[in-house]
């Protein structure tokens, strides 16, 4: 063996010279993938509720705030919270993605109604009202208030004492209307 100076070694002209690393690329990385905990795994599936006597598929996600909801307008005050903080939350969300305009804009923007009908719609609240699909005589879609959301209205003590225009606006605008029991109207 010409050049290699000693057996236990490679020939001189294949070694590695002086400050030249053995290993350029260095230690491969470690791939870590965060593991999935259970948590993440129920709340990506999804289940089948029914919603106004309709089947819905929906996440797992979906379904607690949809039971959230319910619970907040049955008066559960922790309920309450969590619906304003899932409102709040989407807020921020909105206006992350909006385009960027300085605060004397935002302040001088009418309001928008349509926000709050479609928060009424992501929640299962109201749905779209099929008699006026084809109307659509204004800009915003006439909705159908779901009939659990009125019957969690009715049950508060203050629906109590609603009027006859009161009751007839509110069975009106509610899906399956005769399905609930509905106050007698208080005489003025």
Not at 74 to 84: E, I, N, S, T
Not at 181 to 186: F, K, L, N, R, T
Request: charged residues 35%.
């Amino acid at each position: 063996m010409k050049g290699s100076g000693n057996r236990n070694q490679p020939p001189v002209s294949t070694r590695f010279r002086k400050g030249q690393s053995g290993n350029p690329k260095g230690r491969p990385r470690k791939r870590s993938e965060p593991p999935s905990s259970a948590f993440d795994l129920v709340i990506d599936r999804t289940l089948t509720i029914v919603v106004g006597g309709r089947p819905r598929e929906v996440t797992v996600e979906e379904a607690l705030q949809h039971k959230t909801y319910r619970d907040a307008i049955a008066g559960d005050r922790a309920a309450q919270r969590k619906v304003l903080k899932m409102i709040a939350k989407r807020e921020k969300e909105r206006t992350k993605r909006a385009p960027p305009s300085s605060a004397i804009e935002l302040r001088m923007e009418p309001e928008d109604p349509t926000n709050a009908d479609e928060a009424l719609l992501i929640l299962g609240i109201a749905s779209r009202d099929p008699r006026r699909s084809e109307e659509r005589t204004t800009e915003r879609e006439q909705l159908l208030l779901e009939s659990w959301a009125v019957e969690a209205a009715l049950n508060r003590r203050a629906a109590r004492c609603m009027g006859k225009l009161e009751v007839d606006s509110a069975r009106h605008c509610t899906r399956d209307a005769d399905t609930l029991h509905w106050p007698e109207p208080v005489e003025p």
